[in-house]
T-cell receptor, first 113, second 109 residues
Framework: DTAVSQTPKYLVTQMGNDKSIKCEQN?????MYWYKQDSKKFLKIMFS???????INETVPNRFSPKSPDKAHLNLHINSLELGDSAVYFC????????????FGNGTRLTVT | GQNIDQPTEMTATEGAIVQINCTYQ??????LFWYQQHAGEAPTFLSY????GLEEKGRFSSFLSRSKGYSYLLLKELQMKDSASYLC??????????FGRGTSLIVHP
């Protein structure tokens, strides 16, 4: 299946822990993104990579570190998790930057207790 | 920066037509997208407008007026399965889509 896949689907962890979310796309797209969707369903851009290069880094705490080993993968590592990090994190890809629609992964629901 | 506004919630009757509006202010403009998101699922792409006018795709149409910073999504022959959130996203000078807060559409029999 051609798709954007992210793992895990659910992540429950305690404050202070470090966790990673993985994302892979086999659509041959150049651009990948991480979005955070809060409890009010607002989707906010966190990071964007184009051909493995960081092009957008919004105002995100530096506890969040993206890593793109190649243009098909964009992983997200989060250090020292806080209660406010609880949200759904969506990975997405697009053929190119700008006028291409986003293809989203199924999301990772992160709960920090 | 960018500012995108859309109504929080709308209700409509099965079989009817509903129009969901989106207004935006942006530095530079490189296109406007509409996405549908069912509860507990990922957003899926519905339409893209970059030039003024109406784009029709089956029961869904999307309109854009760049001079007014305005778009709408028109859903015809509403079905119960159309109950979802509809997200307006604008690509500005940064070329990265910025989303509005979404409109929750409830379709009732």
């Amino acid at each position: 299946d051609t798709a954007v896949s992210q793992t895990p689907k659910y992540l429950v962890t305690q404050m202070g822990n470090d966790k990673s979310i993985k994302c892979e796309q086999n659509l041959g797209h150049d651009t990948m993104y991480w979005y955070k969707q809060d409890s009010k369903k607002f989707l906010k851009i966190m990071f964007s990579y184009n051909n493995k290069e960081l092009i957008i880094n919004e105002t995100v705490p530096n506890r969040f570190s993206p890593k793109s080993p190649d243009k098909a993968h964009l992983n997200l590592h989060i250090n020292s998790l806080e209660l406010g990090d609880s949200a759904v994190y969506f990975c997405a890809s697009s053929q190119r930057v700008g006028n291409s629609p986003l293809h989203f992964g199924n999301g990772t629901r992160l709960t920090v207790t | 920066g960018q500012n995108i506004d859309q109504p929080t919630e709308m209700t409509a009757t099965e079989g009817a037509i509903v129009q969901i509006n989106c207004t935006y202010q942006t530095s530079g403009f490189n296109g406007l997208f509409w996405y549908q998101q069912h509860a507990g699922e990922a957003p899926t792409f519905l339409s893209y407008n970059v030039l003024d006018g109406l784009e029709e795709k089956g029961r869904f149409s999307s309109f854009l007026s760049r001079s007014k910073g305005y778009s709408y999504l028109l859903l015809k022959e509403l079905q119960m399965k159309d109950s979802a959130s509809y997200l307006c996203a604008v690509t500005g000078g940064s070329y990265i889509p910025t989303f509005g807060r979404g409109t929750s559409l409830i379709v009732h029999p």
